[in-house]
């Protein structure tokens, strides 16, 4: 990537945790406008605590957020999700007694009031066609994989600067993982949206992303382009277990522009 | 059949202003799980400002029925809506993130405050006041008994109505309605998407406090006399209401209040008025033990 280009989200020594759990400790990380980056790691390594960190639940015991230079720590979780930041949180956490309709709808509360979503939900629709089909279904009917593509959704209604992807192919058939995964490559390619992904999915994970961190108890262990880490031998020892046929790597010379 | 009917209107008359609190029941158990056990101490300070303001419109001279109570209401909304603010931010607040039961044993505490801050500010003693509206209209005639819709009867069904639309049009069509809902089904993922999540739950205390006025405002004129110690039993019957219609459930809250009503006005008319209250927790009891979902609430089956 150019290095005159300033980063668009930056995690600069950041501590978080929950009570007298420390789950982050002096965490750095950068995404660039553009990027795919993702954030690989065992269970319970941090890694949806840091998503949550960045939108302020928990608030980090020290350290800075940095959104297009500005500090977000501290600010409360609504105030930082009006900033252009959307969440596809851990365990999807559609609106189970919502249509698929309100709960997309509801993607878009940052957004002025009134104003037209069809623009939005066109653009989920052609990702997600499935989504159509079912828009006055409340989303606790709908299968897992469903509410997957519904929660990425209705965090991409809000057009989003920066999108936070926690575990999208948790659960998932791998049919489904490679649907969700391409639609993610697809926005980042076309619309030049900027992606920061959560995955325990290693392989799939680095294969999508421009660049990787690794985190392990809290810390930052490695990083590197998606190519580089998925070469190392630590990371293919403890993160890569085979798994199905993938798509080819990005390039590694960087975002597509937009 | 005519005395039968007469009870049937009567008895909808009551139920109505027990819906009408049930519904602020309702609602907070709804957003944030637990009761308001001041709630229906919120429900007495709204007849307290209805009366004052019934007092002062007196010496105003204000006489005209329909406008003193349009002002009456619109008094005790804004003054008890306030209270209801209040109550969230000093019993529930402060709280929220610690033990399930505090905010329980907090929201009680101020039950308890609320009702001496009355009986100090204003006299243990009842007060009665003057009919506003009289009269009414004989809908039908057997042998001597003549069956009466009154006035006041006909107030109290069209302006609960009217709030109670009025709040569904808010819950169901406005941003602050989808936002409750929202905050309703998952508040951490409410606050995710740009929702100010603690604003939202302070206006559910707010709202429901504003209709707990309608009912107190409308309680005092049904009955001419209130005491400081009526929100207690008013409250009890409309969380009975809540429970049977479903607590969480908007409709059944109303609902509830109408079964509520009409079964303690039947039991008066056909058995014992001494009764009465011993019939509604009777029902209290029932429901939990054999319905504890209540008739509209939903089971909690969730997906995972």
């Known amino acids: 990537m150019s290095a005159e280009q300033s980063p668009l989200l930056e995690l600069d020594a950041v501590s978080a945790g929950y009570g007298p759990v420390q789950a982050l400790s002096a965490v750095s990380i950068r995404v660039m406008p553009g990027e795919i980056v993702t954030l690989i790691g065992a269970n319970g390594a941090g890694k949806s605590t840091l998503l949550m960190t960045i939108c302020g639940d928990p608030k980090p015991r020290s350290g800075r957020v940095l959104l297009a230079g500005t500090d977000i720590a501290g600010l409360p ?139 392990v108890n809290g810390r930052i262990a490695m990083e590197g382009t998606g190519a580089e880490l998925l070469a190392r031998p630590e990371v293919r020892d403890a993160y890569l277990g085979g798994g199905a046929p993938l798509p080819p790597p990005l390039p590694a010379d960087g975002p597509n522009p937009a | ?86 109550v969230e931010r000093v ?71 009217a709030a109670l639309a009025a709040f569904t049009i808010l819950v169901t069509r406005t941003p602050l309605g989808r936002a409750m809902r929202a905050c309703e089904q998952d508040r951490k993922m409410a606050a995710l998407l740009g929702i100010d999540t603690d604003r939202t739950i302070s206006l559910t205390f707010v709202i429901g406090a504003a209709l707990a006025a309608v009912a107190g405002t409308m309680y005092l004129l049904r009955y001419g006399v209130i005491d400081f110690y009526i929100g207690f039993l008013a409250g009890v019957k409309a969380f009975t209401a809540a429970v049977l219609g479903g607590i969480g459930s908007l409709p059944g809250a109303v609902l509830g209040g109408l079964l509520i009503g009409l079964i303690e006005t039947f039991w008066s008319a056909y058995f014992s008025v001494q009764y009465k209250d011993v019939a509604a927790f009777s029902i209290l009891v029932l429901t939990l033990i054999f319905l504890p979902t209540g008739l509209l609430g939903r089971q909690e089956v969730e997906k995972v």
Do not use: C
């Open chain 1, 77 to 215: 979780t609504h105030a930082i999700m009006r900033q252009g930041l959307a969440q596809s949180p851990e365990g999807r956490r559609v609106f189970p007694r919502m249509t698929i309709r309100e709960n997309l709808l509801m993607g878009a509360e940052t957004l002025a009031e009134g104003g037209d979503r069809s623009a939005q939900l066109d653009q989920v629709f052609t990702l997600f066609p499935r989504l159509r089909e079912r828009l006055a279904q409340r989303a606790g009917t709908l299968s897992g994989g469903e509410q997957q593509m519904l929660a990425i959704g209705r965090a991409l209604m809000s057009r989003p600067r920066l999108l936070l992807l926690d575990e999208p192919s948790l659960g998932l058939a791998p049919l489904v993982v490679r649907q969700i995964f391409g639609a993610i490559r697809d926005l980042n390619g076309k619309t030049g949206l900027t992606v920061l992904l959560v995955e325990q999915n290693a392989n799939l994970a680095l294969r999508l992303a421009h660049r990787g961190y690794v985190l």
């Open chain 2, 1 to 86: 059949m005519a005395y039968a009917l007469q009870q049937l209107i009567n008895g909808i008359s009551l139920g109505m202003i027990y819906g009408l609190i049930a519904v602020g029941y309702t609602m907070v158990y709804g957003i944030i799980g637990m009761i308001n056990f001041a709630h229906g101490d919120v429900f007495m300070i709204g007849a307290f400002v209805a009366l004052i303001a019934l007092l002062l419109l007196q010496l105003g001279g204000v006489m005209d029925g329909t406008a003193a109570i349009l002002l009456m209401l619109l008094a005790s909304v804004a003054v008890t809506a306030l209270y209801g603010w209040t």
């Open chain 2, 91 to 161: 019993a529930y607040r402060p709280l929220r993130g610690s033990f399930r039961l505090a905010p329980l044993i907090s929201a009680i505490g101020l039950s308890i405050v609320l009702q001496n801050y009355v009986q100090v500010s204003q006299g243990a003693r009842v007060k009665p006041v003057e009919a506003v509206l009289r009269g009414g209209v004989e809908v039908f005639r057997e042998g001597d008994f003549a069956v009466q819709l009154s006035y006041m009867q006909m107030l109290i069904i069209g302006t609960t109505l």
